[in-house]
Nanobody, 124 residues
Framework: QVRLVESGGGLVQAGGSLRLSCAASGRTDSNYAIGWFRQAPGKEREFVAGISRGGGSTSYADSVKGRSTISRDNAKNTAYLQMNSLKPEDTAIYYC?????????????????WGQGTQVTVSS
């Protein structure tokens, strides 16, 4: 089992930045691809960004491409999502997830473990 705990969310003005963290514990000896998803009220959960097991490959949703950077520090069992130039439409609960896949999937059903989420609110 892997436990994921997100942190770093909060209230920020449009144009601001936040860095979300995802700390993993438990069976972290297995390598996992990490995905960040978000869910806004009344909307489906959507893929935001993903990073491969070793960190060599990344993927971003078009909505955040160029404004966000996903990274990971395997020595610390922690992944990060740096978000810049935030917009009100980025407001959502952000979830960290871990997948046993070798690649990066944009589909939530391929992720095996999920954190509880952290709220990001961007005011206009």
């Amino acid at each position: 089992q892997v436990r994921l705990v997100e942190s770093g969310g909060g209230l920020v003005q449009a144009g601001g930045s936040l860095r979300l963290s995802c700390a993993a514990s438990g069976r972290t000896d297995s390598n996992y691809a990490i995905g960040w998803f978000r869910q806004a009220p009344g909307k489906e959960r959507e893929f935001v960004a993903g990073i491969s097991r070793g960190g060599g490959s990344t993927s971003y949703a078009d909505s955040v491409k160029g404004r966000s950077t996903i990274s990971r520090d395997n020595a610390k069992n922690t992944a990060y999502l740096q978000m810049n130039s935030l917009k009100p439409e980025d407001t959502a609960i952000y979830y960290c997830s871990a997948s046993l896949l070798y690649g990066i999937s944009t589909r939530s059903q391929f992720y095996d473990y999920w954190g509880q989420g952290t709220q990001v609110t961007v005011s206009s």
